[in-house]
């Protein structure tokens, strides 16, 4: 039987004492006939595209076609390496991590969608940042993807994870909840509190729409990425510290469907509200594409 | 539960920047491609919804020509599809419809040659899964996850069983089934979802069965 919700996720990693990651795994290779070994394999092959996309990102720099984005990656790391950073190491080299994997995919780079190309920063900038923190294994930060995924899943099938049906709130909204109940089980932390962490992250990201400038993946998807990757890493030492959500976590994902139906069109990734629609999102647009999309 | 697999929401490994409209859409190209079986003279693309509205920033049309030229959804060919599909001598055509769909990230792909022509409706439902909703005028549901047989046949009991039997007795395991007529008594189609891919054997016995019009298959 597949997990249906959140409550049934950490029911099962309780009562049969397993992490969240492992209820993954073993459902994983209950529904697909696949055996461990092959599971494991297929995501660390993941995690290389990662973290190749991280490393570009963080070192190398890449811009995109349109030029809106990239290099921030690049200006981040050079400012945790001066020492002045106020939010704090973890946070901002989690932050940048996340822009970089952003960047790379804008430039038409190849990354792995987590859950989505758009939103495929927050998982793996947290989880590079946590590593030189935590020190996790190779299999652990496997694990940590799974964990992720686990989250994902019940999100998938319960709302949306597409900006197109519920706005950025589907995408960097579940991505951010997604990380943050990952890095609560790499931290050590129970499933319970993995929830609660998803709960408390996905609560703060209700109600934000898709408007990307252009319709391009990249004004203002690449800094959503960046404050999501520091909200998970919030929420998830909020539930660490043993708050909780007075919310289910089921119930925020709930909402986060309804808010998605009840958002406006002109707000799901047509380009034709939000930011998309300011003078200065208009005046890129018509830059780029030579007349601006709501003339055609 | 329309997401069964973890590599759902961890996957795919692709060509940025949009996973609904770059991964997604080489996806639905790479399957009509699949049930076209060779490449088209032709092909004529019709977006709606927001692909209508965004695929040029997306690379919405360079990722469902690179499926269509049989690209994967991480083949760094795809940013130069439309060049490859000019040298191939394939007639691309795209347009941008109006019209409201169910989903947001819908395309129509009709493609052909002499030899004929084939009509698919796709749509990209988040994370780069897709499902076929409409063949030729059927309506049907289709992942492009696993292996399947389509079998266009005559609306007649025991069509299904016949093809049912045969795949029993070749002991192919059928995951997921659905037959969709366009009216009683009509042309129906039957879409098989299966675990192991088929080989043109299993056509072949299938299309000599009695009222079976035509089997074509979709590979994993």
Redesign the interface.
Known sequence: M?F?NVSELVERAVSKKIPISEV?IE??MD???RDRETVMD??E??LD?MEQAVEKGIKEGVK?H?GLTGGDAVLLQKYIESGKSLAGTTVLDAVSKAVATNE???????????????S?GV?PGTLFALRDKLNPTREQMVRY??T???F??VV??NA??????GGCQ?EVGSATG?AAAAIVELAGGSPEQSAQAMAIALKNMLGLVCD?V?????VPCVKRNAIGASIAITAADMALAGITSRIPCDEVIDAMYKIGESMP?AL?????GGLAATPTGRALEAK??GVP?NKK | ???????????????????????GAARIGRVARSLFGRKPDWVHISFY??FA??Y????TDVAIVGGILDFDT?D?RI?ESLKIAKKEKIKVKMTEEDALTD???TARIRMGDEQGELEIVGI?????KIEIIELNGFELRLSGNHPALLVVHNDRYGAIAGVANLLAKLEINIGHMEVSRKEVGSEALMTIEV?QNLEDSVLEEIEKLPHIIKATRIHE
């Open positions: 597949m249906r993954m459902q994983e529904v697909t006939g297929l995501m092959k993941n595209v995109s349109s790379v995919n804008a430039a038409m780079g190849t990354i792995c969608a987590t859950p989505t190309a758009g495929a998982v993807l799974f992720s995924g686990a994902g899943f998938a099938n949306s994870i597409s900006g197109a049906a589907a997604m990307p252009a319709g391009l993946v990249e069109t799901k990734e047509t380009a034709q780029i594409y999309l | 539960m329309k997401f069964k697999s973890v590599f759902d929401i961890i996957g795919p490994i692709m060509i940025g920047p949009s996973s609904s409209h770059t991964a919804g927001s509205r965004t040029r920033g997306h690379g991480f760094e940013s989903h947001p990230n990209s439902i988040g994370g780069g675990d």
